[in-house]
C-alpha cells in the first residue's frame, strides 16, 4: 500500500521532470535530463524566485563521484546567469571546519575558503548563511569575506548580520539564519553562540513591517525552525543538514518548508505565484558547461591546493 501511495505522489515522463507532489498546490520537481535549456524555468506565473545552494564545504568543483560527479560553483554560476537570477543564496557548511589539535583551521582548510569567498564573490549571493561549521573556519578569512553578506541570527561576531535584506521584483526580502550552536565546551574567540529560537524570535522583532517576504535559513536547528515558522511571521524556510531525498515542499504554519540537496550537487530554484509553489532542483551534472570566470577560480584554488599540499607532505 505504502509502494502505491508514493507510485501515484511521483510523476515520470521520458524527457520530463521527475515531480513529487505535495498538499496545498505544491510540488518539487527534479531536472536531471537534458541540456541546460531544457533545465531552466518556462514561462509562468511566479511572483518571485530564490535559487539557493550550499554544503561546498569548501569545494568550488563538482564532487569526486566516481560516476556522474555532479556539483560546482562553475556550473551553478551557469544556470544562475541563463535564469537571469535576480535572488540567490548561499547555505551553511559551505566553508572547510578542518581544525588540528589547537583548534585552528589546518593550512589546506583555510585556503581552500579563501578561495571559496573569491568564487561566492562572482555568484553575488543575497546572503551566506553562516552554520556552526562554518564558525569554525571564518576567523582566519574573514578580512576576505567581508565582501560577502554574511547572516546569521544566532552566532555573532565580527562581519555577520542577524538579518540580511534584499529586493526582487518591487517586493522587498528580509533573510534570518539559525544553526545548532555546537558543544558548550568548544571555543569560538569573539563569537557568541546564543540560543537559535531567541535569537531568532529577535531577530524577527527588529524586522520592520515594510518587508514582504520572510525566508528563515536553518542548519542542523530543526526544533528551533519548526517553532520559528509557526510565529506566522516567516513566508519560507529553507531546511539545510545532508539531505539527499527528493521531497516535495510541506507546510509548517503558514510556512513554505523546502529542504536543499547536500554539498550543492543540485541547485535549488523555488518559484512562488497564484498557480501554486515549484521547488525545482537542476542537478549540475556535466550536461551544464563551467561559467568561464568561475572556472577559472575554481581550476587557481585547485592548483593552489595541489601546491600546498606538495610543499606540506612532498610530492
Not at 515531480?19 to 511572483?47: C, I, N, Q, T, Y
Not at 560553483?73 to 535572488?87: D, G, I
Not at 551566506?128 to 574573514?142: A, K, M, Q, R, Y
Not at 554539498?263 to 550536461?287: A, N
Request: hydrophobic residues 40%; proline residues 8%.
Amino acid at each position: 500500500m505504502v509502494g502505491l501511495l508514493l507510485f501515484a505522489a511521483v510523476s515520470v515522463t521520458n524527457g520530463e521532470p521527475r515531480v513529487v507532489k505535495g498538499d496545498d498546490a505544491m510540488a518539487v520537481h527534479l531536472l536531471s535530463e537534458g541540456p541546460l535549456a531544457e533545465r531552466l524555468a518556462p514561462p509562468d506565473d511566479a511572483e518571485w524566485a530564490l535559487f539557493y545552494a550550499g554544503e561546498q564545504r569548501g569545494d568550488l568543483a563538482p564532487c569526486g563521484c566516481s560516476t556522474r560527479p555532479r556539483g560546482g560553483l562553475p556550473r551553478a554560476a551557469t544556470v544562475l546567469s541563463a535564469s537571469n537570477a535576480k535572488l540567490f543564496v548561499n547555505l551553511g557548511g559551505w566553508l572547510d571546519g578542518g581544525t588540528g589539535l589547537d583548534g585552528n583551521p589546518i593550512p589546506e582548510a583555510e585556503l581552500k575558503n579563501q578561495w571559496m569567498i573569491r568564487g561566492l564573490t562572482l555568484v553575488a549571493p543575497a546572503a551566506v548563511h553562516v552554520s556552526f561549521e562554518d564558525l569554525l573556519g571564518l576567523p582566519p578569512i574573514l578580512g576576505d569575506a567581508h565582501a560577502l553578506p554574511l547572516l546569521s541570527s544566532n552566532l555573532h561576531g565580527p562581519g555577520i548580520e542577524p538579518v540580511v535584506y534584499a529586493s526582487h521584483n518591487d517586493l522587498r526580502f528580509a533573510f534570518i539564519g539559525i544553526s545548532h550552536p555546537g558543544a558548550k565546551n568548544l571555543v569560538t574567540p569573539n563569537y557568541e553562540r546564543l540560543d537559535p529560537y531567541q535569537a531568532g524570535v529577535q531577530a524577527l522583532e527588529s524586522i520592520p513591517d515594510s518587508v514582504d517576504r520572510v525566508v528563515l535559513l536553518n542548519h542542523g536547528a530543526t526544533s528551533a525552525a519548526r517553532r520559528l515558522a509557526k510565529t506566522g511571521r516567516i513566508d519560507l524556510v529553507i531546511d539545510t543538514h545532508k539531505h539527499r531525498s527528493l521531497d516535495a515542499p510541506f507546510k509548517v504554519g503558514d510556512a513554505i518548508w523546502i529542504r536543499s540537496h547536500e554539498r550543492g550537487l543540485r541547485l535549488g530554484e523555488i518559484r512562488v505565484g497564484p498557480s501554486g509553489v515549484t521547488d525545482r532542483k537542476i542537478d549540475l551534472d556535466d550536461s551544464i558547461p563551467s561559467d568561464p570566470a568561475a572556472q577559472a577560480v575554481a581550476d587557481d584554488a585547485s592548483e593552489a591546493v595541489d601546491a600546498l599540499r606538495k610543499r606540506l607532505f612532498g610530492p
